[in-house]
């Protein structure tokens, strides 16, 4: 099954019908996961997307696009974009950074268990699937729409 990353929701290709759908569980959205990044580093959500380099606000924006990049679907240039603008090679480079504190420190890995948590909880508490409908012209792709 393969998804595709928009902040709508997902578009999911599935080869087999009859489709029935009970629970499909849902990705976080890069919204969710840079709002809870930010809430628990107490600095704003618009601070994620912001040009400065300071450490104070670079360090939670890297943890936001590992994050991303490890439970989305999403690209790196399409994380790049959601944080700011930013090439996805400036997002390739926080994601391996930040992979390398979390396998080198016990204490960074605990930080990424608890904030995974955190986003997981968050899609958690979402409507998962509200409605399942094919689209015209192809009967193998559905479009999940949710509240």
Request: hydrophobic share 40%; glycine share 6%.
């Amino acid at each position: 099954m393969r998804t595709d990353c928009y902040e709508g929701g997902y578009v999911v290709a599935i080869p087999d019908l009859p489709l029935s759908v009970d629970r499909i569980p849902k990705k976080p959205k890069l919204a969710d996961i840079k709002r809870v990044v930010a809430t628990h580093y107490a600095i704003g959500t618009p601070m994620m997307e912001h040009p400065h380099r300071s450490r104070q606000w670079a360090i939670p924006r890297q943890i936001g696009m590992y994050l991303a990049r490890a439970e989305t679907n999403c690209s790196y240039p399409q994380i790049g974009r959601a944080f700011g603008g930013r090439d996805h090679t400036t997002v390739l480079y926080a994601y391996r950074k930040i992979k390398a504190l979390v396998a080198a420190d016990p204490l960074w890995d605990n930080e990424m268990k608890i904030l995974r948590q955190k986003v997981l909880e968050t899609v958690s508490s979402q409507p998962v699937v509200t409605e399942v409908k094919f689209i015209a012209g192809d009967p193998a792709v559905v479009d999940i729409l949710s509240d």
